[in-house]
């Protein structure tokens, strides 16, 4: 038998320490790990030509950087969305790109669900005067809600719709939905407590308007002025697909405008939102930093399954969730 040899596998984000020693946990025999320092051009040359795979969170990765990768075997997402990697450049290059869903929809879902209930319940400024010193047990109550009872609309019924509907069980909501890509089973339909509707009836309907679709061409600016229009004074936003499916300076004033009552935004563009943004200034949002999938569990989840995958690649199986074309 050839003996095997081993990968070099590039982490093409700088993370935190605590963050690679749950990679270098997950990392099957064969797999060798290289982090970045840094993202500094010198250092990211010299080890682009170093590394056999790369594993990559939200970095852009060029066509110039997969060229510069001489020895580049498998391009490995540590999500769904790709919109930042040049996947026709690596399907050139002969380069396969793989997805990882694992841990997501799960991590998703409870973080939509999150961002729902801080929205309806003002909960940033709950804290936030407590914090201050001020006791606002009467005054929230005029402008704060339960989400029992309430339409939630998710548009977009994939993995991380359904994530978010599954966590809606125990809610008593009713849940509707918009992909004009998929049919669903009576069983589906059931499992998931949905019923697909148009656009124009998810917007008119929908206390809360969830976004869970890809960015493309058709998705950016999905939710502008004139859907702002379409939904309930009282409807709360809930992003946490990409910043561009929504047009952020139309949101920005229908929030400011009171034309819609809550967002709840994971989400942006650009990334990181600049600091003293106007979105920070309004008390009727809840930001967070891109974390929907993040957290440590989902982490660990999803190294297993990127890290698992590349030694599959590595051992010559085709790798799973593979992009079509690449
Ligand atoms: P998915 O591919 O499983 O589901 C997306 C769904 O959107 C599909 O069912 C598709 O048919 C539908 N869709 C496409 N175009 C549409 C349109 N114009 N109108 C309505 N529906 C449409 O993807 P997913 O795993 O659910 O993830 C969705 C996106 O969320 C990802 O592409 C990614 O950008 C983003 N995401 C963000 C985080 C985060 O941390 N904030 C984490 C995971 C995913």
């Not at 990679?23 to 080890?47: C, H, I, Y």
């Not at 009576?186 to 929908?206: N, Q, Y």
Request: charged share 25%; net charge neutral.
């Amino acid at each position: 038998m050839k003996d095997r040899v081993g990968w070099t596998v590039l982490y093409l984000n700088p993370a935190t320490p605590d963050l690679y020693e749950v990679m270098r946990e997950e990392t099957p025999p064969g797999l060798d790990l290289l982090f970045l320092e840094s993202w500094q051009p010198a250092e990211v040359n010299a080890k682009l030509p170093r590394a056999d795979a790369f594993l990559i969170a939200d970095a852009a990765l060029t066509a110039d950087m997969i060229q510069h990768a001489s020895k580049l075997r498998m391009v490995q997402h540590q999500g769904v969305g790709y919109e930042r990697i040049d996947a026709k450049a690596l399907a050139k290059a002969g380069v396969p790109l793989a997805l990882c869903p694992a841990g997501m929809a799960e991590a998703v879902g409870e973080h939509t669900v999150l961002l729902i209930l801080a929205a309806l319940k003002r909960l940033v400024a709950a804290h936030e005067s407590m914090v201050a010193g001020r006791w606002l047990m009467w005054e929230l109550r005029p402008s704060t809600r339960n989400l029992h009872g309430k339409t939630v609309g998710l548009i977009g019924f994939g993995r991380t719709g359904r994530g978010v509907a599954k966590c809606l069980r125990g809610f008593d909501v009713r849940v509707i939905a918009h992909d004009p890509y998929i049919t669903l089973s009576d069983r589906e339909k059931s499992e998931f407590g949905v019923a697909l509707v148009t656009k124009a009836t998810l917007l008119h309907e929908a206390d809360i308007v969830s976004l869970h679709v890809p960015l493309t061409p058709e998705t950016r600016h999905l939710i502008g002025k004139a859907e702002l229009g379409q939904m309930k004074a009282s409807a709360v936003l809930v992003n946490v697909s990409r910043g561009g499916v929504i047009d952020q300076d139309a949101v920005y004033e229908a929030l400011r405008d009171r034309r819609i009552m809550a967002a709840a935004l994971d989400v942006y563009s650009p990334e990181p939102l600049p600091a003293g943004h106007p979105l920070t200034r309004l008390d009727n949002v809840v930001l967070t930093p891109h974390v929907a999938a993040g957290t440590l569990d989902a982490f660990r989840t999803k190294m297993r399954f990127a890290l698992g995958n590349i030694a599959r690649a590595m051992s010559g199986e085709e790798p799973l969730e593979r992009v079509p074309g690449t």
